[in-house]
């Protein structure tokens, strides 16, 4: 257990419905990165964090999808109007340390499955 | 985009072997390089992460880099069944991202008893 948690672990629902997942970084962790896997990749970058200003998001990052932090601790994704392609863990990872030493810890993610 | 090739596998040692994980990356400019393992089903648990060229130890696991031929690797001592995994490589994006992480694709480790 790294200290941080998602919720909820498995999302099982309908295209075109809506979903939300929540993340709770550990908590003296400023820095907040969502991330998508699908089976047999690695995981991708969708958005960045630093406290509660998110500052950069990837081109994955559809106009379907938004994130926030809203007082720097806990951050939510939401997916609007969801599609099969969508279907992947969503994890979400925190770091405390700033450049390229950045060591980010992961939180056990959320498993989308759109039906 | 920085590119982190990795060999998919699976790589398949007896228990009590090394095993040897390969990465490289196409951008000369990075700096740091990061090794995550993830047992199927769960999410990558950071094992550790390399800056310099040469090695850097801890427990039964190596890193080696080598900045100059662009690639880094992972070295598992006295191979258990409990390290079959897959070992994801990853590689620092940008400082507009703040440093999130660009990672391969994995190798999928399978150590046999």
């Known amino acids: 257990d790294t200290g941080v948690s998602q919720n909820p672990r498995h999302k099982i629902t309908k295209r075109g419905q809506n979903v939300t997942f929540r993340c709770d970084p550990i908590s003296e962790h400023n820095r907040l990165y969502w991330y998508r896997q699908t089976l047999g990749q690695g995981p991708e970058f969708l958005t960045y964090?630093?406290?509660?200003?998110?500052?950069?998001k990837s081109r994955l990052l559809s106009d379907r999808f938004s994130a926030e932090r809203p007082k720097g601790s806990f951050s939510t994704l939401e997916i609007q109007r969801t599609e099969q392609g969508d279907s992947a863990m969503y994890l979400c990872?925190?770091?405390?340390?700033?450049?390229?030493?950045?060591?980010?810890?992961f939180g056990p993610g959320t498993r989308l499955t759109v039906t | 985009q920085k590119e982190v090739e990795q060999n998919s596998g699976p790589l398949s040692v007896p228990e009590g072997a090394i095993a040897s994980l390969n990465c490289t990356y196409s951008?000369?400019?990075?700096?740091?390089f990061f090794w995550y393992r993830q047992y199927s089903g769960k999410s990558p648990e950071l094992i550790m992460f390399i800056y310099s060229n040469g090695d850097k130890e801890d427990g039964r696991f190596t890193a080696q880099l080598n900045k100059a031929s662009q690639y880094v690797s992972l070295l598992i001592r006295d191979s258990q069944p409990s390290d079959s995994a897959t070992y994801l490589c990853?590689?620092?994006?940008?400082?507009?991202?703040?440093?999130?992480?660009?990672f391969g694709k994995g190798t999928s480790l399978l150590v046999t008893p």
């Open positions: 951008d000369r400019g990075s700096q740091s």
């Open positions: 964090f630093q406290n509660e200003a998110q500052l950069e």
């Open positions: 990872a925190s770091s405390t340390r700033q450049g390229v030493l950045n060591e980010q810890y």
């Open positions: 990853a590689v620092p994006i940008n400082s507009n991202s703040g440093y999130a992480l660009n």
